[in-house]
């Protein structure tokens, strides 16, 4: 018969209701916290997959919103485009200068933007402006969305997994303790002191 047990086989063995006397208490706690800490490793995985998927339609919705009420306009670059941040070893050179365009109320408005570094004074670019006539952000793609839901998802996940594990680590290091402490009493018990 062989000496080496399948992982199956031994983990059939550290049940908590096997019957085997040479199983300690510690054990058999162990074990049942064991099964919780999978139970809950299951449980936790239709928790994220709903926290994920509720951060995506708030995500979603936030991005419809925030998309529709943005407006594409020409402006008027009117400075020459001066370097914000230089070229890097890993992001090119940044470079903004000011521009003009016509408002709905038919008001001028400048503005900063960042712009490419080859553009000249009194060339027209396409901007961004919100619901108030200011230069704003260009609209996030609905894509976005999706990553994220799927990232608070996998992050929930992945919190609940590392919280499990650490609280099995840590009642595995104090059962441990506490065996050590049994063995070395129960050794002391079997040994005479010297010179008896």
């Known amino acids: 018969m062989s000496h080496n047990c399948s992982l199956p086989w031994r983990v059939w063995r550290m049940r908590p209701w096997n019957t085997n006397p040479l199983m300690r208490a510690s054990d058999r706690w162990e074990s049942v916290l064991r099964v919780l800490a999978v139970v809950l490793l ?33 402006a008027t670059v009117l400075t020459v485009p001066k370097e914000i941040q230089p070229a890097g070893p890993v992001q090119p050179a940044r470079f903004e200068s000011q521009v003009q365009w016509q408002r709905d109320d038919g008001n ?24 108030d006539g200011l230069v704003t952000d260009p609209p996030r793609q609905p894509e976005m969305a999706m990553w994220d839901g799927v990232g608070t998802g996998v992050a929930l996940l992945m919190g609940a997994g590392f919280g499990v594990l650490a609280l099995l680590w840590c009642v595995a290091q104090l059962l441990e303790r506490l065996h050590a402490v049994r063995w070395e009493a129960e050794l002391r018990g079997l040994g005479r002191p010297i010179g008896t």
């Open 42 to 74: 299951l449980l936790a995985v239709p928790v994220a997959a709903a926290v994920g998927t509720e951060t995506y339609t708030r995500s979603a919705d936030h991005i419809s919103v925030a998309n529709a009420s943005k407006t594409t306009v020409h």
């Open 108 to 131: 001028l408005a400048t503005g900063t933007i960042e712009i490419r570094h080859d553009t000249k004074a009194g060339d027209t670019v396409q901007i961004w402006v919100g619901p």
